[in-house]
T-cell receptor
Framework: KAGVTQTPRYLIKTRGQQVTLSCSPI?????VSWYQQTPGQGLQFLFE???????NKGNFPGRFSGRQFSNSRSEMNVSTLELGDSALYLC????????????????FGPGTRLTVL | AQKVTQAQTEISVVEKEDVTLDCVYE???????LFWYKQPPSGELVFLIR??????QNEISGRYSWNFQKSTSSFNFTITASQVVDSAVYFC??????????????FGTGTRLTIIP
C-alpha cells in the first residue's frame, strides 16, 4: 500500500505570497493532520480534517488554513507568507475507525520544505 | 496541558553499544497514548510504536525495546547493539483523546542519535 504523499517536496516563495501544499493520505485513511516543524519551535500541530470537516486546530494565525476533499486528500494554504513560515510541513493520515474512543496511529509523509525569502 | 520532555538533545555512541532515549510526559487525563517516531535525514517521520495508558507491559521488537512506567510518567526507548542505520532524530509523542476519538500529537523536542562506526 502506498504511503502518504506530499507535493511539492520543496518550495521557495517570497514574503507576501501565498502557497498551497497538497497531501494524499494512505488509501482508506479518513483523517488527515498537518504539522509544522521548525528548528526553534519543533513539531507543532496545525489542524486535523475528517470527512471534509476540520475537527481540531492548533494555535496558528488565520493565515494558515486547510481543507479536505471527498477522497480524503487535503490541502493546506498559507497566505501572506512571512519569513517565520519557513519550515518543513508534514502531513499525517490515520484510519480513524468508526466509534472513536481510541487514538489511531498517524503515518507521516515525507513533508514539504517551504523556504520564504 | 499535555507536555513531553526529551531531556537528551544529542547522544553519540559507538556502533554495537546499547543506548536509551528518555521520554517524560505530563497529562491530566487517565486515558492517553504514547508514541515513538524516528526521523531520518530524509525528513519523514517513521512510526515505531504506540502504547496506551492502560498497558504497562514492556515491549520488544528486534533490537528495539520500550519501558513504560506510569509511576514516573516515563516511556523510554532502548536500542541494543546499535547500528549506523539507527542514526536519526527520535521523537516521543503524546496523544490525548477527544470526543472525536483522535487527537493531536504533542511531540517532545527530539533526541538526535549518532552512531559512530
Amino acid at each position: 500500500k502506498a504511503g502518504v504523499t506530499q507535493t511539492p517536496r520543496y518550495l521557495i516563495k517570497t514574503r507576501g505570497q501565498q502557497v498551497t501544499l497538497s497531501c494524499s493520505p494512505i488509501s482508506g485513511h479518513r483523517s488527515v493532520s498537518w504539522y509544522q516543524q521548525t528548528p526553534g519551535q519543533g513539531l507543532q500541530f496545525l489542524f486535523e480534517y475528517f470527512s471534509e470537516t476540520q475537527r481540531n486546530k492548533g494555535n496558528f494565525p488565520g493565515r494558515f488554513s486547510g481543507r479536505q476533499f471527498s477522497n480524503s486528500r487535503s490541502e493546506m494554504n498559507v497566505s501572506t507568507l512571512e519569513l517565520g513560515d519557513s519550515a518543513l510541513y508534514l502531513c499525517a493520515s490515520s484510519l480513524d475507525p468508526p466509534g472513536g474512543g481510541a487514538a489511531d496511529t498517524q503515518y507521516f509523509g515525507p513533508g514539504t520544505r517551504l523556504t520564504v525569502l | 496541558a499535555q507536555k513531553v520532555t526529551q531531556a537528551q538533545t544529542e547522544i553519540s555512541v559507538v556502533e554495537k553499544e546499547d543506548v536509551t532515549l528518555d521520554c517524560v510526559y505530563e497529562t491530566r487525563d487517565t486515558t492517553y497514548y504514547l508514541f515513538w517516531y524516528k526521523q531520518p535525514p530524509s525528513g519523514e517521520l517513521v512510526f515505531l510504536i504506540r502504547r496506551n495508558s492502560f498497558d504497562e507491559q514492556n515491549e520488544i521488537s528486534g533490537r528495539y525495546s520500550w519501558n513504560f512506567q506510569k509511576s514516573t510518567s516515563s516511556f523510554n526507548f532502548t536500542i541494543t547493539a546499535s547500528q549506523v542505520v539507527d542514526s536519526a532524530v527520535y521523537f516521543c509523542a503524546l496523544s490525548e483523546l477527544s470526543n472525536f476519538g483522535n487527537e493531536k500529537l504533542t511531540f517532545g523536542t527530539g533526541t538526535r542519535l549518532t552512531i559512530i562506526p
